[in-house]
């Protein structure tokens, strides 16, 4: 490491071991270090750290943005590593998902300490614009908003909680299983979300058991990397539409959030695509209609209650609604 660098890190992620070893390690290059204390990444808190470190990286216009923890960490960083100035306005920006032009644009390394999100290979970064009157989720998504560089270690996903450790993995599946009903789909997506939906079913419960166990954190470091990467390239869908609501509103964790509409969104998948059907089939090796049943039980196994919103017209409103929304117009069965 030669380069200038500005940390990002998660403070409840980061031991003070791996604190003192990376400190160490960057030496003089280190010429900011900011925290990530948890919770939302929101629009105000991106003003803050920008206000924070913007003026560092406008002194050392070759520094990287190195980001170390979840994915709101990682988000934040995507946020941060593109460089405005006051007159630039950036929350402006953010909500209208522009950019200023001229901007400075920052090389960017992410280093995901929790299994689940894939935010290191996507180009999206989510903040959450809660100070509005209407709290609203906001997709941050430049064409060129990608990291140059990725680490994906199983061994730092051992800071995280057991409970955080469960909802990272559900939104791994949530990003597989968006990803195979999905108008975007192809058969290199496909593949990738297979794994990796098969990976989480597999070795989740293991480690709801066996919080130690490093073949389950590997396993599900590894079904991160799959299901993000299928992400990628086919975005999510129905499901990720329609958690964006319980965590504002209900403040349930993104992963969480997600699962629960997962049965309900697999048995509206059912009809439109034989090749679809083919494909779910495969994660539980059972015929696709019964594996709306498998996925249920698997979830509340897990502590996750399905919800459903047919039962009722209000929510047979807010489907149709969410259908017809940015995501999910993705999904396959969206009019």
């Known amino acids: 490491m030669h380069a200038p660098v500005v940390v990002l890190a998660d403070r409840a992620a980061l031991s003070y071991e791996n604190e003192t070893l990376l400190l160490e390690r960057l030496g003089q290059h280190c010429k900011a270090w900011s925290w990530f204390q948890g919770g939302l990444a929101t629009v105000a808190l991106a003003q803050t750290l920008g206000e924070e470190l913007w003026p560092v990286l406008r002194q050392h216009p070759d520094a990287t943005v190195l980001a170390i923890g979840g994915g709101s960490t990682l988000d934040l960083a995507k946020v941060i590593r593109y460089r405005m100035d006051e007159s630039q306005a950036a929350p402006d920006r953010w909500r209208s998902n522009t950019l200023p032009s001229p901007v400075q644009r920052h090389p960017l390394w992410l280093v995901p300490t929790t299994a689940g999100t894939g935010s290191e290979v996507t180009r999206w970064a989510t903040l959450w614009d809660t100070e509005i009157e209407v709290p609203a989720k906001l997709s941050w998504a430049p064409a060129e908003g990608y990291a140059e560089q990725a680490w994906v270690d199983p061994e730092l996903s051992h800071s995280c909680p057991l409970r955080q450790s469960r909802d990272c993995a559900l939104d791994s599946l949530a990003h597989a299983l968006e990803s195979?009903?999905?108008?975007?789909?192809?058969?290199?997506?496909?593949?990738?979300?297979?794994?990796?939906?098969r990976l989480v079913i597999a070795m989740l419960p293991v480690l709801l058991e066996q919080p130690g166990n490093r073949q389950a954190r590997s396993a599900l470091a590894r079904a991160s990397l799959l299901a993000g990467m299928a992400m990628a390239h086919t975005q999510t869908a129905l499901a990720h539409a329609l958690s964006y609501e319980l965590t504002l509103k209900e403040q349930t964790p993104h992963g969480e959030a997600c699962a629960v509409w997962l049965p309900m969104v697999w048995a509206l998948a059912l009809v439109p695509s034989p090749g679809c059907d083919a494909a779910l089939a495969r994660v539980f090796n059972v015929p696709a209609a019964e594996g709306v049943q498998c996925l249920r039980i698997w979830l509340e196994r897990l502590g996750i209650v399905p919800r459903d919103l047919l039962d009722s017209a209000a929510g047979r409103a807010t489907l149709d609604q969410e259908m017809r929304s940015a995501r999910g117009r993705n999904f396959i069965a969206s009019p």
């Open 180 to 197: 195979l009903w999905n108008r975007n789909s192809n058969p290199i997506t496909e593949a990738l979300a297979l794994d990796a939906a």
